[in-house]
């Protein structure tokens, strides 16, 4: 009887370790599958601003390759125009018109 007894005991120590082992893994496996989760969720976000920054490193760059092209426009235009205006004018009046005409010029295509 006390075997009996014994043995019933050492049966339900070990019916409450395996619910207790049982849960403890069911916890794990959740605590597992949140911080997959989460690292998932950083991952991408961290994508997400690393694109957003390469996308902006790019507008930046073609607006200054923009502002680069309109500024060697700009002083090319100013330069045939000079020559222009230099092989066709002549004298005092020729020099005033010139620079008249240049300064008019820089205001208004930059």
């Known amino acids: ?5 014994l043995l019933a005991e050492y049966q339900r120590k070990a019916k409450e370790a395996e619910v207790e082992a049982k849960s403890i893994i069911d916890q794990a496996r959740r605590e597992a599958e949140t911080l997959a989760a989460e690292a998932k969720k950083s991952l991408e976000e961290g994508l997400a601003r690393r ?11 073609e607006a200054q390759a923009l502002s680069e092209v309109r ?4 002083n090319t235009a100013i330069a045939a125009a000079e020559q ?14 010139i620079e008249k005409s240049i300064g ?6 930059n």
Do not use: M, P
């Open 1 to 5: 009887e006390d075997a009996q007894s």
């Open 51 to 61: 694109s957003k920054l390469a996308e902006e490193k790019i507008a930046r760059a």
């Open 71 to 74: 500024s060697t426009a700009v």
């Open 84 to 97: 222009l205006l230099k092989s066709r004018v002549a004298g005092t009046t020729a020099d005033g018109l």
């Open 104 to 109: 008019d010029l820089k205001g208004k295509l």
